[in-house]
């Protein structure tokens, strides 16, 4: 067998390979904005009043209540029916927010697709979407509750409102990354705006349009269970905000994480098997 030698090589080599990177304006400012956000941190801690707790009692409260949270779930203020049920109206506030802003942000990507729109309509759309998109999601609920009211209706609005921003630039996105050349000898064929989608856009963006809805799906999803103890939305938010801030029931907050978590999963299933049947069916778009 060959055996291999260690191979000592010298400085001057490596220096003259991988020479040392001067100190530039850009690393300066790096080093210097760690270096204040790790003393303001140590200053932080080091000031922080506790209050006289006892830090080990509140880490020993931590695990003793985690125990109960995951380990006994349940308990006979909220039923398992009672939070499937509750988990399902979520569920229906997610859906609803997804579809309204979905079908409203296929035809802004549409428009904001630098391929298929001219640029000055694709700017401005991607500019006011852009502002839409700077708002969380929660404020656009609060702020269409002053005129809604605090409810499930306020709750759909303001997710679909920042749905349309979301999706519209993953869409447009998605758009854009189809060959000019395609659509270049749709419109040499004579083909109009409208078959050119319809035949070429759509069908070839299907997979990365599942993908992007389902992903703003499941966070409608998580939004939704936010929305429901903050703007007063019903569904298992509702539920869990009671249990944790009131009623301070850990076995009924173990019951709905599990539901909750179990929901994200089959949601996570169903959008896999729905992309990997339309790669079936369309192997021609995916190559």
Not at 108 to 124: E, F, I, K
Not at 131 to 140: E, K, N, Q
Not at 214 to 233: D, K, M, P, Q, S
């Amino acid at each position: 067998m060959t055996q291999v030698q260690n191979v000592q090589i010298p400085d001057s080599i490596l220096a003259s390979h991988f020479p040392t990177r001067p100190w530039n304006k850009e690393k300066i400012v790096i080093r210097l904005l760690l270096a204040v956000l790790a003393l303001t941190t140590v200053y932080a801690l080091a000031h922080l009043d506790t209050g006289g707790t006892n830090l080990a009692q509140a880490v020993s409260n931590t695990f003793s209540n985690l125990k109960i949270i995951f380990l006994e779930p349940g308990g006979p203020r909220l039923s398992f029916l009672k939070a499937f049920y509750e988990v399902i109206i979520t569920l229906g506030l997610a859906c609803l927010a997804t579809l309204f802003g979905g079908f409203i942000a296929l035809f802004l990507g549409l428009l904001a697709a630098q391929n298929l729109s001219p640029r000055s309509v694709t700017n401005v759309i991607k500019a006011l979407v852009a502002c839409i998109r700077a708002v969380p999601t929660i404020l656009w609920v609060l702020i269409f509750a002053v005129t809604a009211g605090l409810g499930a209706t306020a709750a759909v609005i303001g997710m679909t409102f920042h749905s349309i921003s979301y999706l519209t630039k993953a869409y447009a996105e998605s758009f854009e990354d189809l060959d000019r050349s395609v659509i270049e000898a749709l419109k040499a064929s004579g083909a109009n705006w409208w078959q050119i989608v319809f035949q070429a856009v759509i069908p070839s963006s299907s997979t990365y349009l599942l993908s992007w809805t389902f992903l703003r799906f499941e966070i409608n999803f998580a939004t939704a269970v936010v929305v429901g103890a903050a703007a007063g939305a019903s569904g298992i938010g509702f539920d869990l905000y009671m249990a944790s801030g009131y009623y301070f029931d850990l076995h009924a907050v173990g019951l709905i994480t599990y539901l909750i978590l179990a929901f994200a999963i089959a949601l996570e299933m169903i959008a896999t098997r729905m992309k990997s049947r339309i790669n079936d069916h369309h192997p021609e778009f995916m190559a």
